[in-house]
DNA sequence: CGTCTTTGACCGGCGC
DNA sequence: GCGCCGGTCAAAGACG
């Protein structure tokens, strides 16, 4: 695709000046951001890692002294790492002189004992550290451990209170075709369990109202869960199986006609759409997609583009993918079905908020409407199902028109303004969130991004807000919207320590270098596109946003765990 | 050479 | 019954 050749390209570019940075520290100006701000992350850094002990002692300390201006004085101790780069030891020596010259100039016991303070300082800042590492893994594992028990109780919850005993043999038609039973959805995670499990719920019950299907959808069942056969349904046979399927499952929708009953409506398959501003063709959400059509639909002279799942063989989710006509910097991007496969990290928040949205629609005959209401009232609402939904705080909207049931998610708008969880985005953006805007555009948005939507980009990437610099913005507000989206990001990413980095990071950093941008999105061929657009992206951040803000992208990409490019090759989107 | 994208054709549903 | 439309298929071409 288009992006494909950007997306190579910058992960080329990176590449080579990882081997650079790597081999030879020397050549450096060039490289300059890019290696500072890998050198500003707290943890992960290869060269402090490398020169570690003996000049880490030293680089601390000047870290410490230009502490006020935090930004100013990364930059400077990574200029000061990377000159010494081609002699290791060159940047103790260099302070050494620096300093001794300076005790001979002026007082060396006020030197010394600067030094011993922020040594002391140093410590206890390191103290502190450790202890909220340890709070945030158990805080963490509080975290997972009461999702699995919202997810079981609420599903116990429906199962009582629909009087249904097999919920998890009568998935409605569509659901049954597009995305696999309970078997395959298990491999999302708790969060994704328990929306399954409400969809499966919500499925069981409207099959009730119709036994065939339930019989065929049983059968089909056993087939999904023994292989992959039930997503063959939807995926390689979709032409004939797929096409039948479909009809049975619209058909009786539209018999029916309203919306508001889609619920009731077993063949009917809940779509999640999503808008956001992206000059990219296809927002980043961590999986893996191949384009299969491209039509132009009415009353839109942007082509709409379909995609499938190829993250598994048969996976049955599909997306469409289309511009607004109203507004072509407003990409939508409707998902259908559930992936029956394990997901990576970074797909794993797109695909928790999008199976949140559709049990949201799915819920209930009665609660249909009330989850739409809820959703619409009460975005926190997602929270209950899934706590790594930021789109709760974005504008989400029903169509009724729409064949499908179909929730809309829109991050075109300042999550901070509608949102109902306000919290989460302490300042209005004026730009768009970019969390789950391809990476590739994040060089249109210079700026951090604290937004919630953040973590929709690959969490190992939050580290990179490390290197943000800082300082120089706002930031008390910044901090605090740094900080829940750290929390967020935390609660998020598997990869505690990495995301701990992050935010340990970013607090240091003092910026709102909450810009997450580091997406790790995996994709299979296109993986290595996106996570080269990751860091391609970083790589072209740069520019925009010169030190600052890059660097943290930056530090994001080179520091981080590489975690996303080899999992799944996640992301675009 | 394998994989992915492009694009015209095909299919089925729906409205008139 | 016909045409429109959305969605999908599959051959051909592009790309690495």
């Not at 030891?89 to 600067?114: K, P």
């Not at 961590?286 to 048969?314: D, E, F, H, I, S």
């Not at 079905?337 to 997901?343: D, E, Q």
Request: glycine share 10%; net charge negative.
């Amino acid at each position: 695709m288009e992006t494909k050749k950007p997306e190579r390209h910058c992960h080329d570019h990176v590449h080579d000046e990882e081997e650079s940075q790597e081999g030879e520290d020397a050549p450096a100006m060039e490289h300059g951001a890019l290696s500072l701000h890998r050198g500003a992350t707290l943890f992960g850094q290869r060269h402090h890692e490398e020169a570690a002990a003996g000049r880490r002692g030293e680089i601390r300390e000047v870290d410490f002294f230009s502490r006020d201006s935090g930004a100013r004085q990364q930059d400077d101790g990574g200029g000061g790492r990377r000159v010494t780069g081609g002699g290791r030891d060159d940047l103790n020596i260099g302070l050494d002189l620096l300093t001794t010259a300076t005790a001979a100039t002026a007082s060396a016991g006020e030197e010394v004992t600067a030094a011993k303070n922020h040594k002391m300082e140093a410590s206890a800042v390191e103290a502190e550290l450790r202890r909220v590492v340890d709070e945030n893994r158990r805080l963490r594992g509080m975290l997972e451990e009461l999702t699995r028990s919202y997810g079981t109780l609420y599903q116990q919850l429906l199962q009582v209170t629909q009087h249904h005993p097999h919920q998890h043999q009568h998935p409605d038609l569509m659901n049954n075709r597009s995305s696999l039973p309970h078997t395959h959805l298990n491999t999302m995670g708790a969060p994704n369990t328990s929306t399954r499990q409400l969809l499966e719920a919500r499925a069981s019950s409207t099959a009730q109202t119709q036994p065939d299907a339930g019989v065929e959808d049983e059968a089909s069942d056993g087939a999904g869960e023994a292989s992959p056969s039930l997503s063959n349904n939807a995926g390689n046979n979709d032409s004939d199986g797929k096409r039948k399927l479909s009809q049975d499952g619209t058909a009786p929708s539209r018999e029916n006609g309203e919306q508001a009953s889609s619920a009731e409506l077993p063949g009917r398959k809940a779509r999640v759409s999503v808008r956001a501003r992206s000059e990219a063709p296809m927002i980043s959400d961590g999986c893996q997609w191949r384009k299969y059509g491209q039509k132009m639909a009415k009353g839109n002279p942007c082509p709409r583009a379909y995609y499938r799942c190829t993250m598994a063989v048969a996976c049955p989710v599909r997306k469409q993918v289309q511009r607004c006509a109203e507004d072509k910097t407003i990409l939508v991007t409707t998902y259908e079905g559930h992936h029956n496969h394990p997901l990576p990290p970074a797909a794993t928040t797109m695909a928790n908020t999008t199976s949140a949205a559709a049990s949201m629609l799915l819920s209930g005959p009665a609660t249909s409407r009330d989850g739409a209401a809820a959703l619409l009232g009460h975005p926190a609402a997602l929270f209950h199902h899934h706590a790594s939904i930021p789109y709760a705080s974005t504008m989400a909207t029903l169509s009724a028109s729409a064949p499908f049931p179909t929730i809309t998610l829109d991050l075109t708008q300042a999550p901070g303004s509608g949102g109902g969880v306000g919290g989460l985005l302490g300042h209005g953006l004026q730009r768009p969130p970019v969390g789950m805007i391809h990476p590739a555009v994040a060089p249109a948005m210079p700026f951090p991004v604290p937004s919630p939507l953040a973590m929709f980009l690959p969490q190992r990437a939050p580290p990179t807000a490390a290197a943000a610099p800082a300082g120089l913005v706002a930031r008390q507000q910044q901090q605090q919207s740094v900080m829940e989206t750290v929390t967020a990001a935390i609660a998020t990413d598997p990869n505690f320590t990495t995301a701990l980095a992050a935010a340990i990071s970013s607090v240091m950093a003092g910026a709102g270098g909450a810009h997450h941008q580091a997406q790790p999105t995996p994709r299979g061929s296109n993986t290595t596109g996106i996570a080269g657009e990751a860091d391609g992206s970083a790589a072209g951040a740069a520019p925009a946003a010169p030190t600052t803000t890059a660097a943290g992208a930056h530090a994001a990409s080179g520091g981080s765990p590489r975690l996303a490019t080899q999992s799944c090759t996640t992301s675009t989107t």
